[in-house]
């Protein structure tokens, strides 16, 4: 049987996307402030007295900074957003929804359909979901809590062949930093999904030595263009960080699996500030990606795996993918707990 080809129009390339951006970015009518070359928003921002977070709502739904207070000063553990920033990919995090990562030249199969979906990275994959695409609303906001929604039914264009709604729900608790993604099938068949957030950390806080990261792990993808062809197996000495090292100036761009426990992973900025990374056991998932000779990395908790559905399709087992029927909403939580270093 052949498979049927349904493709989404829209516009195609990055360069498109980026200027897509840009123009949404003119428009932006949020109350905003520039303190030291960093965007701060002033009027999305939650806070207590450990942590003091930013949002850039209009920005694909994006965390704009993330400050942890360490010795009595605020001090950013997440990497900033510039002052300039239109992209997702320039703030501190951003959601990845309906799925994580790439999808191997954006053909998505599923019960015997093949989706094309727009390609929208210079290596030829559909990646990172559709969520980071669109302002996200605020439907809710506290001094300790915001929720930010995407509605895909209210916009154009939408990267995915499914209607969703995406509520994600941020939440300070005392030293703990809560993230909750939610996922809501507002369709009228069952779909495939995955999701996750892309937190940038800094490689030094508040004048620290390098940061040094301990992961909860056992088993990692082989990856070629960033993408597995088969299950998750060894861990490749340099993404290996089950026993606690600095980053260091090796490229990393691995995906994990394999989870020992409900903590993920430990963050250290020595003699400034430790940060435990724990997650809920949906995600079966985790990101590392080092970039040598920037200031920053990232450490992503997601539920699937790099192209998670052709994977599937491909009878690999341990993809983290779920199902949605519609109408049902799924939900998973990671947190970010400070303390001492």
Request: aromatic letters at 12%; proline letters at 6%.
């Amino acid at each position: 049987m052949h498979d049927i080809v349904t493709s989404f129009s829209g516009m195609a390339g990055c360069g498109a996307r980026r200027a897509l951006r840009r123009r949404r970015a003119g428009r932006l009518s949020a109350p905003e402030a520039v303190r030291n070359n960093v965007r701060m928003s002033d009027d999305v921002t939650i806070e207590n007295e450990h942590w003091r977070i930013g949002f850039l709502p209009e920005v694909g739904g994006s965390v704009a900074f993330g400050q942890a207070r360490v010795n009595g000063a605020w001090a950013d553990v997440l990497r900033p957003s510039p002052a300039d920033a239109a992209a997702p990919n320039d703030t501190a995090s951003y959601p990845l929804v309906p799925w994580s990562n790439r999808i191997r030249a954006g053909r998505l199969r599923w019960a015997g359909r093949t989706y094309q979906l727009r390609v929208n990275f210079p290596d030829g994959t559909a990646i990172h979901g559709a969520g980071w695409d669109y302002p996200w609303n605020v439907v809710e906001h506290t001094d300790t809590r915001v929720v930010l929604e995407l509605a895909s039914r209210e916009v154009y264009g939408v990267n995915w062949p499914w209607t969703f709604t995406a509520r994600f729900t941020y939440e300070l608790d005392g030293p703990v930093f809560r993230w909750t993604y939610g996922l809501t099938n507002t369709d009228h068949e069952t779909f495939p999904a995955g999701y996750g957030h892309h937190p940038y950390f800094q490689r030094s806080v508040a004048g620290s030595p390098e940061a040094r990261l301990q992961m909860e792990v056992d088993k990692a993808y082989d990856l070629v263009d960033c993408m597995p062809t088969e299950a998750a197996g060894e861990i490749r000495p340099a993404a290996d960080f089950r026993e606690a090292r600095e980053i260091g100036q090796e490229f990393v761009d691995d995906c994990f699996t394999d989870r020992r426990g409900e903590r993920l992973a430990t963050i250290e900025w020595p003699g400034a500030v430790t940060v435990d990374v724990h997650a809920d056991a949906e995600l079966e998932h985790a990101v590392l990606y080092i970039p040598p000779g920037q200031g920053y990395f990232a450490f992503e908790p997601v539920s699937n795996a790099n192209d998670a559905f052709n994977l599937d399709e491909a009878h690999v087992p341990g993809t983290g993918l779920f199902l949605v029927q519609p109408g049902e909403t799924r939900s998973s939580t990671f947190t970010l707990t400070v303390r001492d270093a």
